[in-house]
């Protein structure tokens, strides 16, 4: 009984052995039937041949704090012995000595970029200006080779982000427009502008609460003072004001942001001045509410049923409050116009209001409303804005179907 | 010199927001961060204001009776209760004040944000009567849209086709163009501004 034990117990390694002879056979032949590169089994002994041509220069369009590194692959990555797994990045400020690893890539990749941060109490605080050396160890399974030592580089910042290029020149040929249509105006030179109807309806709105007696309510988002949306509303809130002014119709207007409060309250009292009745104004029209999102609505809201409000106008930077709010308005039976700058917002306010200024045009609302011709100005370099944008798509997209890659990248952003 | 200087700050400022984005040097990023940081500074200070009026008007309401002057109780209580709370036994997790916060103030929100799922029924309703050729697409399509979450069998792949090529290509193209004529808005408005033709925030005397 012992002995024939003793037989089993080696002939169990023995089948062992040679079951996972036949199962790696299996799977290279299987995998070579495939067309799937096998990796040549190596010494693990036997290093992987180095990195060639290791570069290090100035990351382009930064603040000065990193350094790009790029490097020629060993011969061993992806030809060769196949063997490289992966690629480290190692900086020193003395060529001889002090390499320290700044980063690991995966084979096949052929740059790095060695960033870190300006603040000097950072860990990974990286001097500007200051002299680098670099090499690249490329790394097989327990060994590894080192490139020589790349020429030193500093870091620097840009004067100019090169890849936003595009934009500043779209930017300064806007700029151009805006200012040369409204030194037109200012010279008095006629300008047609389309007409918004939502615009046209602020006053019919106005007229139809002070025939009933009721107050207008404004409201101007939970947007900050900071958002063009909140700044557009508080031109738009003017131009009410002088008109509830003139008509003798209350305004409330209850407030999300306490900064937004503050100009608000000086919008307001702007409009009744230039109505010329300053003795209308009444600073507790404009009132702070809370920053609370929920908290806000749920104040604006029973403010609309409890006094009944006639007009709710809603304009500037809106959340999910929109159809909260506006769908209380409807409840209410007050006619309601709308207008935001938030995308996602705009299909519950055409839904639930009764007119809506779709993006762009609550930024020429408070031109519309105060008819000036110096503010029409600039509706008037939006719409050849519109057309310049319409003329680089219809461009583009003829530059990328044929394969016209110098106009394509004209276009190019590069953040 | 009133007028003047509120201008020129505004024009400094708002030039060297739209010069430093062109910038990427460290320095014009520093300046940047300390404008962001004044903003934070003027915001509290500011909402000292926004009490001040949120509390001024409240007691008008209570004083003169207004209708539901009861709510301005609560309101003033409220806000007293979490500013002594805050004050006297601190903010940390346990404590009365993240109590209060944790299991009145944040119930009562869920409950204002779930009737959303209300608000948009009814407005969809409103929205989807197919009462001109307009509506109806817009009916048709929506159907189109809201069917694609629910298994349809056999045309259930069809509708799925169909419902990501009106997402992807009409409402894509609708929303960039929105969003175009929304950034040459912005640029146009903040112009305003800078260059001081647009000055109704500034108030007068």
New interface residues.
Partial sequence: MKNKFVIRNKVLPIFLLLFSFFLFGLHTSSAQEMGIPVAAPISSAEAPAPPMNVVAKDAP?????AIMVTWKLSADDGAGKNSVIAYEILRSDNPDAGFEVRGLVAAGTKQYQDKGS?EREDKNYFP?QKNFYYKVRVKSDGTFSESEVSAPASAY?????TG?TS??IA?VV??FF??MF?NWARKGRKLYVRPISGIDAVDEAIGRATEMGRPILYILGLG?A?D?GT??S??IL??VAKKTAEYQTPLLVP?A???V???A???V???Y??AGR?EGYKE?SV?????????Y??HVN?LML??KTATNIYMGVFY?ES??L??TGNVAGSIQISGT?Q?AQ?P?F???TDYTL???????A?AYLGKEP??LG??K??DW??IL?MISLILGTLAASFHLDFIVNLFRIKL | MRWQIPLLIVFLGGLFM?VQ???????S?RVYEYALDW?II??VF??????W??F??SV?KIQTKA??WG?NIITLAGLFIMILLGLFSGIEEGKPFMSLFWYI?TP??AT??A??AF??A???Y??FRARTLVATILLLTAVVIMLRLIPLGSISGFNQTVASWILTVPNMAA?RA?????G??????????I?G??R??????
């Fill in positions: 369009n930064d603040n000065g704090h300006r500007g910042g840009q004067w100019f982000h936003k934009i500043f930017t806007f700029t805006v200012v409204i900050s900071g063009l700044i557009a508080l031109t003017n131009r407030v942001d306490a900064v409060l503050t100009v309250q000086e919008a009292k702007a409009g001045y230039e300053p507790d009132f702070f509410v809370t920053s609370m999102q929920f908290a609505v749920s029973g409890r006094e999910a159809l909260l506006a769908e700058d995308v705009i519950f055409v839904a639930a779709i993006g762009e045009e609550l930024y020429a408070s110096v503010l600039a509706i370099a939006q804005g519109k944008i | 739209a984005y062109f910038v990427p040097l460290e320095a990023e903003i003027v915001g500011a909402m000292g204001l926004g009490l009026s949120m001024r008007v008008a209708p539901a709510f103030y009562i929100q204002m944000f009737l959303l608000y948009v009814s407005a969809a409103r929205a929303k929105i969003a175009m004529g929304i040459l808005g912005g640029i146009a408005t903040a112009l305003k501004v260059l033709i647009e109704s925030y500034m108030g007068k005397d």
